[in-house]
């Protein structure tokens, strides 16, 4: 499904750029969606065949320095020639199965060694019926040389990974036969290189907003309508903080420094809603909440409180509440928050700095989480943390924080903070004497997380927490935990239990498709969920590079697994719907799966100990609406899979979304 979204979004993304500005947009409803697209896009893109890629190499590149050396594949195009190459071995040019828009990836010549130190040539052909002009957008992954009908138009000789919206041109297309030439140079790690038409995201999101409405892609969108709330051209909506006010306009903070207020952002469709700056200047504001008559946001180095004195809507003072964590001025160290918990305390959570690939604590309190007072003191809490870039709380009021994949940290994860703790990772240890706690120890004292998120089946970069408070206006789903995914353009949903007195629980699918990865989340006062996304130097699923979404639930309610709890030899499911007791009951609409990971200073770990679990009992509660399962090994200190694509409700309808995974770190004892 993700891939098919990034398609569908290349594809489309052949609209021109000036229709949005014009205000001329035109949608054309045609039987399908396909044909619906097709006779809207007709008028804004022009006849282009994009014809096969070829590539040629590799060809040498020791020492990187070989950026404007000339080799035979860039003075000709001939299918037919052999050349020697690096350490003098023969290259010709090969046929590449590639759409236009997606990212080639030039590793293809043999071993590591080969695709190392290296330098590839792609060319391809564009035929037009007339002489049009495109803009484009590309980047790659290291160093790029791009020729249009043998005009060079990109010379960048750098070391760098790919990012396709690095260069942006307008081509000048002739009829006819068009050529493109490209060379990338490479030294270690990825060699990539991307090409896509330029399109104002504004428009896309247009052309998406009626398309969704006429031909629904997804199951989801019965329950849950995503409305993509417009900001204007010259904003760059990267959002890195999100509240509402006490008179429902969301507020908005960007990892540019600026925060917003929103207006109409309530309409459907809200592509009319005003954007009025209150704060400007800020350092990477990773977080924003209203009160007490301002907004307060964690900048890198401080927490800041801006409000407004005058009463004219701008924000024109700007107070320093704390400064009491440290700053070195590491690419990484961002700062995180603020939430707050049922006592009204202002949490805050620090990431590690990075050097290479591996977490730094080099000034208090790198990869800690802590409490700022009134009076602006800094209380530690607990350490460990890489990149905490969720945080929030429970319906019992106690703060969770959650994690990406990375050095230490296995994979994403959802994790309870308590004071005292030592979360994995080892770079900040240095600070519990500080602190007047005892230093963890660092093969003993690990605090696993209450959930663990499987690593690509529930997201890469788990980011922000928001608590269902909305008492049944988001649908059935209250006290539970949604979570966002910065990588996968997705919201997740989590049900959390305690056994033994420590937090475990599950995970479950809840939306995807949205517009970009998603950052940040804030419930309104109507139950309505907004979304704030961004994907600057963290690439992401999606059709736009930022934005602000609003979700709204239809009042259709999805049957789902509403809870999983684990039971001393199994686990109890309930649904939100009654339940077809014959499938319920039948072994094969289930199957199960557990597994753990390894805690290690490498990036991520693989899932280790796989074991199949066989269900030897299924009972089906009188009110249909749970059951027990019982599994043969049932094991503490793993994750387990459950899926249950066979099981229906009464109406005959399948689960919509048949997965969970429950991390068990305790079994009950009854």
């Given at each position: 499904m993700k891939r098919m979204v990034l398609i569908v979004a290349v594809l489309i993304a052949m609209l021109s750029e000036s229709a949005l500005a014009q205000d001329e947009f035109n949608y054309v409803k045609r039987d399908t969606r396909d044909a619906t697209r097709d006779a809207t896009l007709s008028q804004y893109v022009p006849t282009l065949d994009w014809r096969p890629w070829w590539v040629i190499g590799p060809f040498d590149n020791t020492g990187m320095d070989k950026h404007d050396v000339v080799y035979p594949a860039e003075v000709e195009f001939d299918r037919e020639a052999t050349y020697a190459g690096k350490d003098g071995r023969p290259v010709s040019w090969q046929e590449l199965d590639q759409p236009f828009g997606l990212p080639v990836n030039l590793k293809i010549f043999g071993d590591e060694e080969d695709n190392l130190n290296g330098i590839a040539y792609l060319y391809r052909e564009v035929v037009s019926d007339q002489a049009t002009t495109l803009t484009v957008e590309m980047g790659s992954d290291d160093g790029l040389k791009f020729w249009f009908n043998g005009e060079l138009l990109v010379d960048a000789d750098l070391y760098r990974g790919l990012s396709p919206s690095d260069h942006r041109l307008t081509l000048d297309v002739k009829e006819g036969v068009n050529t493109v030439l490209v060379k990338v140079t490479q030294g270690v790690g990825g060699w990539e290189y991307q090409i896509q038409t330029f399109i104002d995201s504004r428009l896309l999101a247009r052309l998406e907003y009626h398309l969704d409405r006429d031909f629904p892609v997804s199951p989801e969108a019965l329950h849950y309508q995503m409305l993509s709330v417009l900001e204007p051209d010259d904003v760059a909506l990267e959002v890195g903080g999100l509240d509402v006010m006490p008179d429902g306009r969301p507020i908005v903070a960007t990892r540019r420094g600026d925060v917003f207020i929103v207006d109409g952002a309530y309409d459907d469709p809200p592509f009319d809603a005003t954007f009025t700056r209150f704060a400007t200047g800020l350092h990477e504001p990773l977080g924003a909440r209203w009160r007490d008559g301002g907004v307060i946001l964690a900048q890198r180095g401080e927490l800041t409180k801006v409000t407004d004195e005058d009463g004219d809507g701008v924000g024109d003072f700007y107070e320093t509440l704390s400064d009491a964590w440290g700053i070195s001025g590491n690419y990484h160290e961002y700062a995180f928050g603020p939430k707050y918990d049922n006592d009204g305390r202002t949490w805050v959570t620090l990431n590690v700095g990075f050097c290479g690939s591996m977490g730094k604590s080099i000034v208090p309190w790198r990869g800690w989480a802590v409490i700022v007072d009134d009076d602006g003191t800094l209380t530690p809490v607990c350490g460990g943390l890489?990149?905490?870039?969720?945080?929030?709380?429970?319906?019992?009021?106690?703060?969770?924080?959650?994690?990406?994949?990375?050095?230490?940290?296995?994979?994403?994860?959802?994790?309870?903070?308590?004071?005292?703790?030592?979360?994995?990772?080892?770079?900040?240890?240095?600070?519990?004497?500080?602190?007047?706690?005892?230093?963890?120890?660092?093969?003993?004292?690990?605090?696993?997380?209450?959930?663990?998120?499987?690593?690509?089946?529930?997201?890469?970069?788990?980011?922000?927490?928001?608590?269902?408070?909305?008492?049944g206006a988001f649908g059935p789903f209250q006290d539970q935990l949604f979570v966002g995914d910065q990588y996968s353009a997705i919201i997740m949903r989590v049900f959390l239990e305690q056994v033994g007195g420590e937090y475990q629980g599950a995970c479950f699918p809840f939306l995807e498709g949205l517009d970009c990865g998603v950052n940040r989340l804030r419930f309104a006062p109507d139950g309505s969920l907004f979304v704030g996304m961004t994907n600057r130097g963290w690439w992401s699923y999606g059709q736009r590079p930022w934005g602000l979404q609003r979700v709204v639930y239809t009042g259709v309610e999805p049957f789902e697994m509403h809870e999983v709890r684990a039971m001393p030899n199994g686990f109890e499911i309930t649904f939100t719907d009654d339940v077809d007791v014959t499938t319920v009951e039948d072994v094969s609409s289930w199957s199960s799966a557990s597994f753990r990971h390894e805690h290690r200073e490498q990036y991520g770990s693989p899932e280790i100990d796989q074991m199949d679990h066989r269900i030897t009992r299924i009972d089906v509660a009188e009110d249909q609406r749970s059951c027990r399962i019982v599994l043969d090994g049932f094991r503490a200190g793993y994750v387990y899979e459950i899926h249950a694509p066979g099981v229906r409700n009464t109406s005959g309808a399948p689960l919509l979304h048949p997965d969970a995974y429950y991390t068990l770190n305790r079994r009950p004892t009854n």
């Open positions: 890489r990149s905490p870039n969720g945080l929030g709380r429970n319906v019992d009021g106690e703060m969770f924080y959650t994690d990406n994949q990375g050095d230490w940290v296995e994979t994403n994860k959802l994790s309870h903070l308590s004071p005292g703790d030592w979360h994995g990772h080892p770079s900040s240890t240095g600070w519990y004497e500080s602190a007047d706690m005892p230093t963890p120890n660092t093969a003993t004292d690990y605090k696993v997380p209450a959930v663990w998120f499987p690593y690509d089946r529930m997201g890469r970069s788990a980011s922000d927490i928001e608590l269902d408070t909305t008492g």
